[in-house]
């Protein structure tokens, strides 16, 4: 169920609380256009399932996930709504089970080397690492890439424009999840201009 095959190529992984269902489809568009094919959105208000579900069903060009998950049954939620891959800020044994049951790609979170290492047990190579920046950011990644050289990161928390990059430029680090590509402000006022504005200059950041 490791997602590293599903998100090779996706460098920048924007992480959105999605202000309500009526703004997914619009916001899904935006992102894409402005260059970036990957969405994830957090299990962290009461309309993101139906958002999850709008980007699947209107906007297919667009690989939509759910974050945040907490709770093995939650699998099928997101499974049902269309989403393509399942993230969360940790992992339990049950949460790998279901995503086992549902054949869902799924990057489990962990902050430190015993974690890594028993999601790597599990055929995890790409996990999450969360909150990136409070958890030692990229001196710790860096550190643990000599020991764990088969393991592969998604760092969340604390990402921003200013340090993405040398993010990225770690070669442990496939992508990185960004929350300020999709501010609520926008999101609420309806301005995806400004939106796509950010993702085109998130995405010019791999240039």
Request: aromatic share 6%; proline share 7%.
């Amino acid at each position: 169920m490791d997602a590293s095959k599903l998100l090779v190529d996706s460098r920048i992984v924007p992480v959105v609380v999605l202000a309500n269902a009526d703004v997914a489809v619009p916001l899904a568009e935006a992102l894409l256009s402005s260059g970036l094919n990957v969405i994830e959105v957090t299990l962290r208000t009461d309309d993101a399932l139906q958002g999850i579900e709008k980007i699947a069903r209107n906007v297919p060009d667009m690989i939509v996930g759910a974050g945040s998950l907490r709770r093995p049954e939650q699998f099928a939620e997101i499974a049902a709504a269309g989403a393509r891959f399942a993230v969360s800020p940790g992992a339990s044994q049950r949460l790998l089970d279901a995503a086992a049951e549902h054949g869902m790609p799924f990057i489990p979170g962990a902050a430190t080397p015993s974690e890594m290492i028993a999601l790597f047990e599990q055929g995890y190579q790409l996990q999450k690492f969360f909150p990136a920046e409070l958890a030692g950011g990229r001196p710790f990644l860096k550190a643990v890439g000599a020991p764990l050289p088969e393991v592969r990161f998604m760092p969340t928390g604390g990402v921003t424009p200013d340090n993405a990059v040398d993010y990225l430029k770690l070669d442990n680090v496939t992508s990185v999840g960004g929350s300020w590509i999709t501010p609520r402000q926008h999101q609420q006022s309806g301005n995806f201009d400004a939106i796509r504005e950010i993702g085109a200059d998130a995405a010019s950041l791999l240039v």
